[in-house]
């Protein structure tokens, strides 16, 4: 449908005379083994602006309603973490874990900016498999440590999110378990937080140890998750706009960077198929904010580049541009850029509009009731409150996002 649109657009321009998916899992991650320690003291009034959080999900059977909540609430998480002031850069990375002997025990996806593309890979998440009492915890924190590109910065806020419903095993031998691995988190700056879902009191007292040790929060929340997933009048419309505003995305590169960059594409566009309007509305809302540029653009994006002034269009090689570019007089190429430029700059400022009532509206929704007290979204946006503080970053006393 892009191409259409964008072959009609350079139509208009010429005749009015100005000459199933799906991706695999990201295995390309580094071990973060650099002794750091001698950055313990760093000044945190120096603190980068930047929050690192990886979730490690239980993906068994039992945990369907988590998954199905996870998959709605994530854009509004992401949200919550670049509100600090100034805006926090996010990077989100995602570990699923089950047992041996089910589909899989662990898989992985890097730390990064590109949420779209980490979206694309969480809506393929189905519960099952376990149902056989513990499961494997220890390997999956392991990982969320070891296979993620953590920064080596101290003054960085770095958080793991341990969210299933059954304990770990300690039986397995060959594994290193949750003791030393949060020592190990420890000297690289991690905090742990736990998020039980269900009532398994074996669990609990694992998920609160693993939060003490980890100098962190624990939190028990029902099987549905208990976040607040509120449909709007404003879903619709911010849905449809947040997909115009991709389609304004232009993008030019070597021939390699170009495929990376239809592949964050198709993750957008998979997610404009598959995702409830609710949390395409919620991702248009994370999208316009200053911490969601990344993701919303990616890398090598022409319209951005050239309208900031970080590159002139000169300076691009034209085998470099887009195919249906290079034919075109260097006058023609400016003019499209600058009409994207606009579109673009006027879907953001109606996407705002939209934003702010649809807050308002679940504001008044919520007010008093036991959602605005309980909900996970709160508990886990005054973590994050509580613990980015610590590394300088300051976030307003204003509720979570929604």
């Not at 990886?54 to 199905?68: K, Q, W, Y």
């Not at 519960?127 to 070891?146: I, Q, R, T, Y």
């Not at 962190?216 to 029902?222: A, K």
């Not at 993701?295 to 002139?312: M, T």
């Amino acid at each position: 449908m892009r191409t259409g649109i964008f072959a009609i657009l350079l139509l208009t321009i010429t005749l009015t005379g100005i000459v199933f998916y799906p991706f695999g899992f990201s295995l390309n991650v580094q071990a973060n083994t650099t002794d750091v320690s001698n950055l313990q003291h760093v000044d945190p009034r120096r603190a980068k602006n930047r929050v690192e959080a990886v979730f490690v999900l239980d993906t068994t059977g039992s945990m369907s309603g988590m998954i199905n909540a996870a998959k709605e609430k994530i854009w509004s998480i992401a949200t919550s973490m670049a509100s600090a002031e100034g805006a926090a850069e996010v990077k989100i990375g995602l570990v699923a874990y089950r047992d041996r002997g089910d589909d899989y025990v662990t898989r992985v996806l890097d730390l990064s900016n590109d949420l779209d593309t980490m979206y694309a890979h969480l809506m393929d998440f189905k519960a099952a498999g376990g149902g056989d009492g513990p499961e494997s915890v220890n390997k999956a924190l392991n990982d969320a440590v070891d296979n993620m590109s953590w920064s080596q910065d101290r003054r960085v806020y770095k958080v793991v999110f341990l969210v299933g419903d059954a304990p770990s095993h300690m039986d397995y031998k060959d594994e290193i378990q949750y003791p030393e691995i949060i020592k190990k988190a420890h000297t690289r700056g991690i905090v742990f937080n736990t998020i039980q879902s269900g009532k398994n009191s074996v669990a609990k007292a694992q998920w609160q140890r693993i939060a003490n040790l980890g100098q962190g929060n624990y939190f028990q929340v029902g099987q549905s998750g208990n976040t607040v997933a509120i449909k709007t009048p404003f879903d619709r419309k911010m849905a449809a706009l947040s997909k115009k505003l991709d389609d304004t995305r232009i993008y030019y590169g070597t021939e390699v960077e170009r495929k990376r960059q239809q592949k964050k594409v198709r993750a957008a566009e998979k997610l404009h198929v598959t995702a409830s309007t609710a949390s395409q509305a919620r991702r248009a809302e994370f999208n316009i904010h200053k911490s969601g540029k990344a993701n919303r653009l990616g890398k090598n994006e022409l319209v951005d580049d050239i309208s900031s002034g970080r590159i002139k269009l000169s300076d691009i090689d034209k085998d470099k541009l887009p195919a249906e570019m290079r034919p075109m007089p260097v006058v023609q190429q400016r003019k499209l850029i600058e009409k994207q430029s606009k579109l673009r700059d006027d879907l953001i400022i109606e996407i705002k509009e939209l934003s702010t009532m649809r807050k308002n509206y679940i504001k008044k929704k919520i007010k008093g009731t036991e959602l605005e007290a309980d909900s996970l979204d709160k508990k886990v946006y005054k973590s994050i409150r509580e613990q980015a503080g610590k590394k300088g970053l300051k976030y307003a006393s204003e509720p979570a996002a929604y």
